[in-house]
């Protein structure tokens, strides 16, 4: 499945942004979704992920009440609201996706799409 992230861009500590990834495929619903995130020097990180019904939802422990995941199947989309976003929120986001019931999630994934830059400034 091909993932195309975006809503990436500039923004001042405290602002909220809103990532979207799309995912054109008839087969949206068998995925489970997430975000990772790295920062220039760093690994890549989990940050969020969302099961293949919305139901489930998971949380890195530093988004954990600022980041909300989401997805609407019927519009093959995946969200991540990005509230008081924090100078080291900066980093490239990526959107991902893997078979629901796949063994090993909500951190494994089979497919990534490209980044979306989130820079923070204080």
Do not use: H
């Not at 499945?1 to 602002?15: I, K, M, N, P, R």
């Not at 975000?35 to 293949?52: D, H, L, M, N």
Request: hydrophobic share 35%.
């Amino acid at each position: 499945v091909q993932l195309q992230a975006s809503g990436g861009g500039l923004v001042q500590a405290g602002d909220s942004l809103t990532l979207s990834c799309a995912a054109p495929t008839r087969t949206f619903n068998r995925y489970a979704l997430g975000w990772f995130r790295q920062a220039p020097g760093k690994e890549r990180e989990f940050v969020s992920a969302i099961s293949w019904s919305g139901g489930s939802t998971y949380y890195a422990d530093s988004v954990k009440g600022r980041f909300t995941i989401s997805r609407d199947n019927a519009k093959n989309m995946v969200y991540l609201q990005m509230n008081s976003l924090r100078p080291e929120d900066t980093a490239v986001y990526y959107c991902a996706a893997v078979g629901r019931d796949t063994y090993g999630w909500p951190y494994n994934y089979d497919y990534w799409g490209q980044g979306t830059q989130v820079t923070v400034s204080s």
